[in-house]
Each structure stands twice: as structure tokens, then as C-alpha cells.
């Protein structure tokens, strides 16, 4: 049996710094409670806890928590199964010809 070679998790810091940077309006993700597909703008977000609470506009569960710190934040979407991510398209470089 052979074994799969890995890197450490700070391989993840571009690609998770590229993905965090977009407007998340236009995500979409799917509820885990019903199955709901619908854009993150959707959601019935409630902000009278110590943070954000979103549930889902069909079944109310909760989708996403966000609270922050001073000096740091935590998100939990555990309610939510996928979150699909609009990325801009690359644009090719061009070069001279």
C-alpha cells in the first residue's frame, strides 16, 4: 500500500483568501434542513443575538452564524450543505506578438 502525500493547511491561505473576497450576495448555497437551493441574499438574517443568525426563507432553519470579536471571527454553516461560490473568469495574458 502506498501513501498519499500531503502539505500542511497554510496551502489553503491563497486559495481561501480568493474565495472570502467576493460579494457573497450572488452565492448560492443549499439548506440542509429542507434542501432549499436559493442566493445567500435570501436568507432571513437576525441580528438581536451576540452576532448574525441566517435561516432559511422556506423552512427557517438555521443556514449560518457569524459572530465577530475584536480581534477575530467565527463562522459556523453547519445548516448550510454547499455554498456556490461566482468567481470572475481569468483573463488570459497576453503577451507580445
Given amino acids: 500500500m502506498t501513501e498519499m ?3 500542511d493547511g497554510n496551502m489553503l ?3 481561501m483568501r480568493e474565495l472570502l473576497t467576493v ?3 450572488s452565492a448560492v448555497g443549499r439548506c440542509e434542513n429542507c434542501g432549499m437551493t436559493g442566493s445567500m441574499a435570501s436568507l432571513h438574517v437576525y441580528s438581536h443575538a451576540p452576532g448574525l ?3 432559511c426563507p422556506s423552512c427557517e432553519a438555521v443556514m449560518m ?3 465577530r470579536g475584536p480581534d477575530r471571527a467565527w463562522l459556523d454553516m453547519r445548516g448550510t450543505t454547499f455554498l456556490q461560490v461566482p468567481m470572475p473568469m481569468q483573463q488570459p495574458v497576453s503577451g507580445p506578438l
Avoid: C, F, T
Fill in 13 to 15: 491561505d491563497g486559495p
Fill in 53 to 55: 443568525v441566517a435561516r
Fill in 5 to 7: 502525500s500531503y502539505v
Fill in 23 to 25: 460579494d457573497l450576495s
Fill in 65 to 67: 452564524r457569524l459572530v
